[in-house]
């Protein structure tokens, strides 16, 4: 069975496709009156996301942000808006997963996907996470960043219940929340997330690309150990992981 005919026809049904989708509103969308909309950095991504909807549109735009490490250098990156235009849909995810809409706060309510943990936090990593290899100690580093802190400290319950360790949330200096992953984590928890993402094609082919090949790197591993050779460039360096984003 592949993985478009197993993709359940209620987007509230608890399985794989809905928790990965869920995840992605929760750490890079929006929930509004009218429908859901979902930014993304991967176009896999975005065309995976659109089709677990049903059909949402996909936008494309290219934008110029400026470098983290030195704003006088802009770097231009591709961005995804998928749109699913459907008030019913809204109106009944706020209502059953506890998400934001408007001035509604919230209460990001994940207990229904709890079966699919694995499917849910790769989908919030790759919306409001941050990886990077940090060469100075040959370490992978893995934080979540969000303006909405409430958010963050659902994600530390989900990691928490998986068996991993992660910091307290603290303020960021962009104005936002962001904690990390524990040291002695991150690696394991990389190659926990994305197992089995190939078989399914829940996952952004840019960031499980550069996940996986950090913690190749870590263990000193050959390319392609963890992740094809073919999808193992584009790796980005840094020392400031687990750093204040």
């Known amino acids: 069975m592949s993985a478009a005919e197993s993709t359940p026809d209620d987007m509230l049904a608890r399985h794989p496709e809905t928790a990965y989708f869920w995840g992605h509103v929760a750490g890079g969308g929006r929930v509004t009156e009218h429908g ?19 059909g949402g549109t996909v936008d494309h735009r290219i934008a110029e942000r400026d470098f983290a490490h030195d704003t006088a250098v802009t ?12 008030p019913t849909l809204a109106a009944n995810a706020a209502a059953a997963l506890g998400l ?3 001035s509604d ?19 919030l990593l790759e919306s409001c996470g941050v990886v990077c290899f940090r060469e100075s100690s040959a370490a992978v580093g893995i934080s979540f960043v969000h303006d909405d802190a409430r958010l963050l400290a659902r994600i530390r319950t989900l990691l928490d219940a998986a068996g991993f360790d992660a910091d307290e949330p603290q303020p960021s200096s962009s104005g936002g929340h962001w904690f990390g992953v524990a040291d002695g984590d991150t690696a394991a928890f990389a190659e926990w997330v994305y197992e089995g993402s190939g078989e399914t094609g829940l996952f952004a082919t840019s960031r499980r690309r550069k ?3 950090s913690v190749e790197r870590a263990a000193g591993l050959d390319v392609g150990t963890l992740v094809e050779p073919a999808d193992s460039t584009g790796i980005e360096s840094t020392d400031a992981a687990g750093a204040d984003p």
């Not at 896999?44 to 659109?50: E, I, M, Q, T």
């Not at 770097?75 to 459907?86: A, L, W």
């Not at 207990?111 to 849910?120: I, Q, S």
């Open 211 to 213: 996940t996986l090949r």
């Open 75 to 86: 770097r231009r990156t591709d961005e995804y808006t998928v749109q699913v235009v459907d």
């Open 36 to 54: 859901i909309e979902i930014e993304v950095a991967d176009e896999d991504a975005a065309r995976r996301l659109s089709a677990i909807a049903g």
């Open 100 to 102: 934001p809409v408007g």
């Open 105 to 123: 706060p919230g209460g990001y309510r994940f207990d229904a996907l709890r079966d699919h943990r694995r499917e849910l936090l790769r989908g």
